[in-house]
């Protein structure tokens, strides 16, 4: 498995932190290719490539609707985003903290930011360490018509969609970047949120 793979399989299995957004799953899930093919490969000047989580992976989701696409842009490092949806299964998603530190990361930083002005959504921010490399995240789930950062918001979220009858399901978005050891984490913390802004209304469409 490739090294964008294998972190793209190792941030599948995790998100944690905040808030609400109103978008909305939508008929989708457990269909293998829904997601990838309503998300867009190209966003405002980046270009994705799509790179497939191996089938422990999937056992462990519980579902094979999901997107784990690198993007690259002329003069900035890759950013890896990470969607996964299932309409029947609230256990696809649960906190990144977990297996992030029990692959050796250390967390670093761990807080909030709003994408996209005011009214954006506000999603969870992670950064950890590990041999002098850095990784970033910007992670949020979506449950029917409301997205969080918080991962016991969002299993109520789920329970109180599936007591209406709605059946909402559960997702998760994340993006990530890294930085080499060495290096500036500034870069990567860029491209991660231009990426991030960039893509909010792809997201959401894809989420429909």
């Known amino acids: 498995m490739s090294r964008a793979a ?3 399989a190792l941030l599948v299995l995790a998100p944690a932190a905040v808030v609400t957004w109103t978008v909305e799953p939508g008929a989708g899930g457990d ?11 190209a966003i405002d000047g980046w ?6 989580l191996d089938d422990a992976t999937l056992r462990i989701l519980r579902t094979d609707d999901y997107v784990n696409r ?3 842009r002329s003069g900035a490092p890759p950013v890896t985003l990470t969607i996964v949806f299932s309409r029947r299964e609230r256990k696809t998603v649960h906190p990144p903290e977990v297996c992030f530190t029990g692959h050796g990361w250390e967390i670093e930083e761990q807080g909030t930011a709003r994408l996209g002005g005011e009214h954006g959504p506000e999603v969870a ?4 360490a590990r041999d002098g490399e850095r990784l970033h995240c910007l992670y949020w789930y979506v449950a029917g018509e409301r997205s969080t950062a918080s991962f016991v918001r969002q299993q109520w979220n789920v329970a109180l969609g599936t007591l209406a009858g709605e059946a909402p399901g559960s997702a998760m978005v994340r ?7 060495g290096t500036s984490p500034e870069p990567a913390a860029r491209a991660l949120r231009e990426l991030a802004e960039a893509s909010l209304p792809h997201v959401a469409g894809a989420l429909r």
């Open 175 to 181: 993006f990530m970047a890294t930085s080499p050891a």
């Open 47 to 52: 270009r994705g490539m799509d790179a497939p």
């Open 70 to 72: 690198t993007f690259a």
């Open 6 to 8: 294998w972190l793209g």
């Open 125 to 128: 921010t992670l950064r950890l």
């Open 31 to 41: 269909g293998g290719i829904a997601l990838r093919s309503a998300l867009p490969v």
